[in-house]
């Protein structure tokens, strides 16, 4: 399985980012899909999450301010990140559960590669 993360960048405070996570490969199903950040110095921590029922749950920090889009057909979703501040610089990683045609009877975990997201003024 292989995630691919876009959308990351540098914005001012205040303004929004939008990142996109798409997952290819043998994947028979998509349980959840998340994305986690890591900041200098940080712990990785939880930003949202979504399952396939189309729960999400968010961390404290960015209640309210982002959205997690439901997963698409194509074992893609987005994040929508309105009111960021500087607190929100960090290595955003896409995060995903799956079961694989070749182990149907396993659910594995998967990471992306981070990208980037800097708040400044």
């Known amino acids: 399985v292989q995630l691919q993360a876009s959308g990351g960048g540098s914005v001012q405070p205040g303004g929004s980012l939008r990142l996109s996570c798409a997952a290819s490969?043998?994947?028979?199903?998509?349980?959840?899909m998340a994305w986690y950040r890591q900041a200098p110095g940080k712990e990785r921590e939880l930003v949202a999450s979504i399952t396939s029922g189309g729960s999400a749950n968010y961390g404290d920090s960015v209640t309210g301010r982002f959205t997690i889009s439901e997963i698409n057909s194509d074992n893609s979703m987005s994040l929508q990140m309105n009111g960021l501040t500087p607190e929100d610089t960090a290595v955003y990683y896409c995060y995903v559960n799956v079961r694989e045609f070749r182990t149907p009877g396993i659910a594995t975990n998967y990471w992306g590669k981070g990208t980037q997201v800097t708040v400044s003024s």
């Open positions: 490969g043998s994947i028979r199903r998509m349980n959840f």
